[in-house]
């Protein structure tokens, strides 16, 4: 059974920082790629960033561009999310995801995590 497990996430003040990290486990477990993913209290879950194993392509939501930064390591399974600048609207629950053999853009992802809360406080 694959698992994806965040952490990291918290309170922080507007123009505050948090680092968010994400581990994948299971038996036979490999993925092409992996992303975040966010949801807000009303609002539909949305795309964050995610990254390609391969060619270590990323991709970013055009709101978190020069923000946000998505980096990991394949043979460990674990991605991160690095957050700085962050704004009270970047405030929602924090996803980690993986695609087994699709690319980072391909939605929807394969395997999900539970989420991380993420506040931002103006």
């Known amino acids: 059974q694959v698992q994806l497990v965040e952490s990291g996430g918290g309170l922080v003040q507007a123009g505050g920082s948090l680092r968010l990290s994400c581990a994948a486990s299971?038996?036979?477990?490999?993925?092409?790629?992996m992303g975040w993913f966010r949801q807000a209290p009303g609002k539909e879950r949305e795309f964050v960033a995610g990254?390609?194993?391969?060619?270590?392509?990323?991709y970013y939501a055009n709101s978190v561009k020069g923000r946000f930064t998505i980096s990991g390591d394949n043979a460990k399974n674990t991605v991160y999310l690095q957050m700085n600048s962050l704004k009270p609207e970047d405030t929602a629950v924090y996803h980690c995801?993986?695609?087994?053999?699709?690319?980072?853009?391909?939605?929807?992802?394969?395997?999900w995590g539970q989420g991380t809360q993420v506040t931002v406080s103006s």
């Open positions: 299971g038996r036979t477990f490999s993925s092409y790629a």
């Open positions: 995801a993986a695609n087994r053999y699709r690319g980072a853009t391909m939605v929807p992802y394969d395997y």
């Open positions: 990254i390609n194993w391969s060619g270590g392509s990323t």
